[in-house]
T-cell receptor, first 114, second 115 residues
Framework: DAKTTQPTSMDCAEGRAANLPCNHSTISGNEYVYWYRQIHSQGPQYIIHGLKNNETNEMASLIITEDRKSSTLILPHATLRDTAVYYC???????????????FGTGTRLQVTL | GAVVSQHPSWVICKSGTSVKIECRSLDFQATTMFWYRQFPKQSLMLMATSNEGSKATYEQGVEKDKFLINHASLTLSTLTVTSAHPEDSSFYICSQGTGNTDTQYFGPGTRLTVL
């Protein structure tokens, strides 16, 4: 799986949009970008994933650049409960017969403040 | 998303004893489950891939005789830490993939402390 690079930490004021960047310059054409977050002492929580197009769900939006070498996770209105470590992961496409394992980097520690 | 549970949520044991951790998928039948561990202030590291009805596949550096994995049914996988030592103290987390997207959903984790 391609390696990702994320800033170590970020701060965001409550109510503002949190924009978390991720670089994945060696991503292959069929690899997906997944985002998870881990609140302290809990298991990771799935947020969103995408291949080429921008994606949006009830939790967040995912913006993937046209060359797919980077992406941004957007939490439109951050709350204190969004304080967590956010992981950007690139992985092989589903159902290819290869292992669907996830390789976690160090992630971005997002601190949402009042 | 899929619901995954783990039991126990935390356990304290004496050095040399064995500890079993259960991972259950509550609303999905998972042929494959994954086991991770996470040391303090570090990221998750994959330990092994658990396949229903067959032997688990272990990552490099993970002792298969120490971390026994059983995946006897589509809803239950267990990880047994045998002869646990203080250096095995960690946060153990399981996950399973679901459906066509194969998105993985994680359990809440089990914190193991070996005295």
């Amino acid at each position: 799986d391609a390696k990702t690079t994320q800033p170590t930490s970020m701060d965001c004021a409550e109510g503002r949009a949190a924009n978390l960047p991720c670089n994945h310059s060696t991503i292959s054409g069929n690899e997906y970008v997944y985002w998870y977050r881990q609140i302290h002492s809990q298991g990771p929580q799935y947020i969103i994933h995408g291949l080429k197009n921008n994606e949006t769900n009830e939790m967040a939006s995912l913006i993937i650049t046209e060359d797919r070498k980077s992406s941004t996770l957007i939490l439109p209105h951050a709350t204190l409960r969004d304080t967590a470590v956010y992981y950007c992961i690139v992985r092989a496409p589903p159902n290819t017969g290869t292992a669907s394992k996830l390789t976690f980097g160090t992630g971005t520690r997002l601190q949402v403040t009042l | 998303g899929a619901v995954v549970s783990q039991h126990p949520s935390w356990v304290i044991c004496k050095s040399g004893t064995s500890v079993k951790i259960e991972c259950r998928s509550l609303d999905f039948q998972a042929t494959t489950m994954f086991w991770y561990r996470q040391f303090p202030k570090q990221s998750l590291m994959l330990m092994a891939t658990s396949n229903e009805g067959s032997k688990a596949t272990y990552e490099q550096g993970v002792e298969k005789d120490k971390f026994l994995i059983n995946h006897a049914s589509l809803t239950l996988s267990t990880l047994t830490v045998t002869s646990a030592h203080p250096e095995d103290s960690s946060f153990y987390i399981c996950s399973q993939g679901t459906g066509n997207t194969d998105t993985q959903y994680f359990g809440p984790g089990t914190r193991l402390t070996v005295l």
